[in-house]
């Protein structure tokens, strides 16, 4: 959109080389593993408006990560998405932007959204989950679907310890374009994948399998980093 930039979301959360578009009610790991028969929460924003029983949306006008408000986020029509509606979170030059946390917490999981994002601005649309004991940095972090508007690549960052120490990942992608990110957290492993090609898997257990990396839950953001120094576009 002029003037801002637009994240769009199609989304399911699940209980427990450069890839194509993959299309489809569930993302291809969640068919091939057999999340789909455990799936515990989901919303495909196919409503007219966010579902307050689901979703908390944030109204934060300090947030290092941009001026969070309930306006930016909406759901819109959308040929492209899957029903033909979607959530948008719409960032603005002047920092104004949104997200909203999931009211659903467990420890270990599977969660998954289709996504893609476009425009200009210093904005990073992300794909995560947060500690519900809100202990960050020990409590952990997953950003399973982090880029940056105008750049064709997603990132995996696992964030723990008390030192926000952390495990990366990245695979090149049209972000601009829907594509299924999907991530499991067992008490072995943190996976992702996108469109069903895994790019990111960490095995050592004093990583996310510690006492105060707790139950989280999936969040959706549009962050904004204003003195980022390289520049997004369409």
């Not at 908390?56 to 969070?68: A, C, E, F, I, K």
């Not at 469109?195 to 969040?219: M, S």
Request: aromatic fraction near 12%.
């Amino acid at each position: 959109p002029a003037g801002g930039v637009g994240v769009s979301v199609k989304a399911t959360t699940a209980g427990n080389p450069q890839p194509p578009p993959v299309a489809g009610e569930h993302g291809p790991r969640a068919i091939s593993a057999g999340w789909i028969a455990h799936e515990v929460a989901r919303d495909d924003f196919n409503g007219f408006t966010v579902d307050a029983s689901k979703w908390g949306v944030y109204l934060d006008p300090t947030s290092q990560h941009g001026n969070r408000q309930p306006s930016q986020i909406s759901i819109v029509d959308d040929p492209t998405a899957l029903g033909g509606r979607c959530l948008r979170v719409h960032g603005l030059a002047d920092g104004r932007t949104g997200g909203m946390a999931h009211r659903h917490n467990q420890r270990f999981g599977r969660w998954a959204a289709r996504m893609k994002a476009r425009g200009a601005g210093k904005f990073h649309p992300v794909l995560l989950t947060w500690s519900k004991a809100e202990n960050w940095p020990l409590g952990g972090e997953i950003d399973f679907a982090e880029g940056k508007c105008g750049v064709n690549r997603m990132e995996f960052f696992l964030h723990f310890s008390a030192d926000n120490r952390q495990t990366y990942g990245s695979i090149d992608v049209d972000a601009s374009q829907w594509h299924w990110y999907e991530m499991e957290w067992t008490p072995d492993y943190v996976a992702g994948w996108c469109d069903g090609v895994e790019f990111f898997r960490d095995t050592k257990l004093i990583h996310f399998n510690y006492p105060e990396f707790g139950a989280h839950h999936g969040t959706i953001q549009l962050d904004w980093f204003p003195n980022d120094p390289f520049p997004r576009g369409e």
